[in-house]
């Protein structure tokens, strides 16, 4: 399947920036619950999204129902067996925005993209304009 050159760069470049939320995920709160046993543990895997107690990821959303539009939604999975109050995810959920938020300057200088609260997930937004090849 073709894909846009340009598209393939920037998320590229989304995943290393959520590759990087994910350590800083992990090194403040990475021993706070047990990794899930199926899960290996962190660092055994080359995708920092596929071990450890976090997987942090974009899924890009066409936005259709939401008042924010077409976006890529934050997605948080805390991968434990531990019994999780929603009050502590909804607390991972904030931090994990506020990372990426501050994240979003350094890894894409030239576009104007904001993360914002749609519904009950955090959603980045703004210029996913691609040019031309």
Known sequence: MYQHAKLRA?????KALFNEVDHQMEDR???????????PRRGETADPEMDGLFE?????TPGIGSEMGRGYIISL?????????PEQYEM????????????LPRYFPERSL?????GN???IIGDFSLGFT
């Not at 942090?56 to 890009?60: E, K, P, R, Y």
């Open 114 to 118: 904001q993360v914002v609260r749609d």
């Open 121 to 123: 997930r955090f959603k």
């Open 10 to 14: 920037f998320e590229n470049q989304l």
């Open 56 to 60: 942090v990821a974009a899924d890009f």
């Open 29 to 39: 709160w990475g021993n706070l619950y047990s990794v899930h046993p199926n899960r």
């Open 77 to 85: 999975r805390v991968a434990t067996l531990d019994r999780l109050a």
């Open 92 to 103: 991972f959920m904030k931090e994990t925005a506020e990372i990426v938020k501050s994240l």
